[in-house]
């Protein structure tokens, strides 16, 4: 039975934390993109102080390997390690996520520009099946899959923009902002605008429409951090038809 008191333009995503255990080969990547996912998807919240023995209970994994891999976040800005309280996850204040989001926007319409001098018809076909991905997601309510495909659509923009200056930057900025990415999308009219504004930005690629993509980009960058500056530290709702 729904909460009353929860609001019910506000979705949940479909989560499951469980995995199983890592292959010796890969695992220092594959722990850091494991962590940095429940980052991403707020299985690990922010502010949270995490639990090393329940962690490596989760990835089938010991503590040294995990350790290795909390460094490499805390590089990031994701975790934040002390050597008296152990590791947690960073939370942004409201000041530093408004000035992060700032700075995202003018580097994701940078990008947009760029890439409509340079950008190719197969890197824009790739770009489109992205998006129809992305819609399928959408419809099944699969904010995990959508998100994926909404960041690779990003990603790619960013890459044809072909400035490697720009795209260390962004990468490092974006990764900050990751989380916060995902749980702008808790609101389903935000989720569906966004949708909107993805089919924009692809209408401006075909046409390399630099400065309307820039000035679509700016938008959605922006729209995005006051999505999350409106749902604050309030958790989705848990919706059992997900």
């Known amino acids: 039975m729904q909460n009353p008191n929860l609001n019910p333009s506000v979705v949940s995503p479909v989560i499951s934390p469980e995995l199983p255990p890592i292959p010796r080969p890969q695992l220092h990547d594959t722990v850091v993109d494991h962590l940095r996912r429940f980052i991403v998807e707020g299985v690990l919240e922010a502010g949270r102080k995490l639990n090393e023995r329940e962690l490596c209970e989760t990835l089938g994994i010991s503590r040294t390997p995990l350790r290795e891999a909390l460094k490499v976040l805390a590089s990031e800005g994701l975790i934040e390690i002390s050597p008296n309280r152990g590791a947690?996850?960073?939370?942004?204040?409201?000041?530093?996520?408004?000035?992060?989001?700032?700075?995202?926007?003018?580097?994701?319409?940078?990008?947009g520009e760029l890439a409509c001098e340079r950008i190719t018809a197969a890197e824009i076909a790739e770009i489109k099946a992205?998006?129809?991905?992305?819609?399928?997601?959408?419809?099944?309510?699969?904010?995990?899959?959508?998100?994926?495909r909404n960041q690779a659509i990003h990603d790619k923009i960013n890459e044809a923009a072909r400035?490697?200056?720009l795209r260390q930057t962004y990468i490092a900025v974006n990764r900050r902002l990751?989380?916060?990415?995902?749980?702008?999308?808790?609101?389903?009219?935000?989720?569906?605008?966004?949708?909107?504004?993805?089919?924009?930005?692809?209408?401006?690629?075909?046409?390399?429409?630099?400065?309307?993509l820039a000035a679509i980009l700016r938008q959605h960058l922006l729209a995005k951090r006051d999505a999350v500056l409106r749902i604050g530290d309030t958790p989705p709702v848990q919706d059992a038809g997900n």
């Open 88 to 111: 947690s996850v960073s939370k942004m204040s409201e000041a530093e996520l408004r000035e992060t989001f700032e700075l995202m926007s003018g580097l994701e319409a940078f990008s």
């Open 130 to 148: 992205l998006h129809y991905a992305m819609l399928a997601c959408r419809a099944q309510n699969d904010l995990a899959g959508y998100y994926s």
């Open 163 to 165: 400035n490697s200056a």
């Open 178 to 212: 990751q989380a916060l990415r995902f749980r702008s999308n808790f609101e389903t009219p935000k989720w569906d605008r966004a949708i909107h504004e993805h089919g924009e930005m692809l209408e401006a690629l075909d046409a390399r429409d630099g400065k309307r």
